[in-house]
């Protein structure tokens, strides 16, 4: 039987890392199987859909690359991917779990629900449905049960778990689970409003979409027994279950949005390349091998194994994302790099440049930052000229000759000729040697007044990137500017 695997998020809010990783793990399993990936939402809690959800997992997956065979937005042969639009399907199979006994009617309101809750709280009891002293098919008569109905009373069906006997799966992560079915609340199957619930859904649409492998979150090890007895109750056969290990902040606290964010759609405004995010997700809780954490998806596709998996939580640690994204930044293709860091300088209101200057001022800094968009930032004096001096630092490096030297200077730039480094250094140098100076008299000075900064790339490479129109626009400027003297001088 070929594999089938679900990405099957419930669109309450917009895609993070934790969904990414389930999502990811699912299609590398397909993938290497040969399989088919499915996308299915399940929105049967229609007040807790937020609007723009669907719409922003199917975008996110496919900004990093998880094209799916199955879903909402390609069609497919197990249609429709969307369990509002399932509801029929689910009514009639909740009938079938009635008549076989599996499930039954339960009419209790919600103030009789809370007493009950009390009372076990009294009790020093978990809070469990009870099933025998509330009001529903075991308790009352069959023609009230039936006269209820007929009227139209508020009812749920609810799953009659057996209460005498174990209930095991295997997990292919995490072994043989078993519990014991008096520790199982009856699930409500369907709600009084004729939807059903996550349980009943998830395993109808899990059957009818020929479902083989149910990798998802270890949040949903609690429910898996109660989907195994509906299973039962269907005389279908399970699917095999795969449960990935939690995600924690660096403190092992619980994943949440306290901590920064966990969008993805975030991680992409901040400019990570979504291979880099993707390698980052694929190791959370996997390591192909023991030596290397950069992996094309195709080689995390060819290594995938599920048994492989750990138990363990993984960490998810900001630094490493930094560290992952910066490997990348230094291997990406230097055009697709400029194209993507041209409209985010449009957006700085920096002016237009050609994608042949915007390669050089990435490969000049690439080695220095985490992000392209610190290229922008941290290296903006490559795209405007700098506003203002820092005199502070200028006042270690400064001497009364300097503006002397810099119009001496000017005619030494106007004819190095090819305007690279290696002929800026030597001219430079000969420059300073003949007026019995160090080399660092002028490089830090010019510095300054090429960047505004006292930090950056080699000078001789930044300047032969500026160019030497810009570099003699900048020098001239700086002499048009009046010196705060007094500020130079005090010691
Ligand atoms: N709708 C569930 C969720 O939001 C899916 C769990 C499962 O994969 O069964 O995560």
Not at 193 to 205: K, S
Request: glycine share 6%; net charge negative; hydrophobic share 40%.
């Amino acid at each position: 039987m070929s594999v089938r695997v679900r990405f099957a998020p419930s669109p309450t809010g917009f895609l993070h890392i934790g969904g990414l990783r389930t999502a990811l793990y699912n299609f590398l399993f397909a993938r290497h199987h040969g399989g088919a990936f499915i996308l299915r939402i399940e929105d049967t809690d229609q007040e807790r859909t937020v609007p723009g959800a669907v719409e922003n997992i199917i975008d996110m997956l496919r900004w990093v690359g998880l094209e799916f065979d199955e879903g909402p937005h390609v069609g497919g042969p197990y249609g429709p991917y969307v369990q509002s639009e399932r509801l029929e399907l689910y009514r009639q199979q909740v009938h079938i779990l009635l008549e076989r006994g599996a499930a039954y009617y339960a009419f209790d309101t919600p103030e009789e629900l809370e007493r009950m809750r009390q009372r076990q709280r009294r009790a020093g009891i978990a809070p469990k449905y009870d099933r025998f002293a509330m009001r529903n098919s075991f308790t009352l008569p069959s023609e009230e049960v039936q006269r209820l109905l007929a009227d139209g009373s508020p009812a749920v069906v609810r799953l009659a778990v057996p209460m005498d006997r174990d209930i095991s799966f295997d997990d292919l992560i995490r072994g043989r689970i078993t519990v014991h079915g008096r520790d199982l609340d009856d699930q409500v199957l369907l709600k009084s409003d004729g939807f059903p619930t996550y349980h009943l859904a998830n395993v109808v649409d899990d059957h009818f979409m020929h479902i083989t492998h149910v990798i998802r979150g270890e949040e949903w090890i609690p429910s898996t027994p109660k989907h195994i007895l509906l299973y039962e109750a269907f005389g279908w056969e399970a699917p095999q279950f795969a449960h990935l290990p939690l995600l924690l902040n660096p403190d092992r606290s619980k994943l949440s949005k306290r901590h920064g964010d966990v969008a993805v759609d975030d991680f992409r405004r901040q400019g990570y390349f979504p291979e880099a995010l993707l390698n980052f997700v694929a190791l959370l809780g996997w390591n192909p091998t023991a030596d290397r954490e950069l992996f094309t998806l195709e080689e995390l596709i060819a290594a995938f194994d599920l048994t492989k998996v750990n138990r363990a939580p993984a960490i998810v640690d900001r630094a490493k994302l930094d560290w992952m994204n910066a490997q990348y930044l230094r291997l990406l293709p230097l055009d697709r790099l400029a194209r993507q860091l041209q409209p985010l300088l449009q957006e700085l209101g920096y002016p237009d440049y050609p994608l042949d200057y915007l390669m050089r001022a990435i490969a000049l800094l690439r080695e220095r930052v985490d992000r392209l968009p610190e290229i922008a930032t941290f290296g903006d004096y490559l795209f405007i000229p700098p506003r203002s001096y820092d005199w502070q630092y200028f006042r270690a490096h400064w001497r009364d000759e300097l503006p002397q030297w810099l119009e001496e200077l000017l005619p030494v730039l106007e004819q190095t000729e090819p305007f690279t480094a290696e002929l800026l250094q030597q001219q430079i140098r000969q420059f300073v040697e003949h007026r019995g100076q160090p080399l660092r008299a002028l490089v830090h000075p010019l510095r300054l007044i090429l960047t505004g900064k006292s930090v950056g790339a080699g000078l001789f490479e930044t300047m032969a990137v500026l160019g030497k129109a810009e570099c003699l626009r900048r020098i001239r400027h700086f002499l048009t500017t009046e010196l705060p003297t007094a500020q130079l001088h005090t010691a």
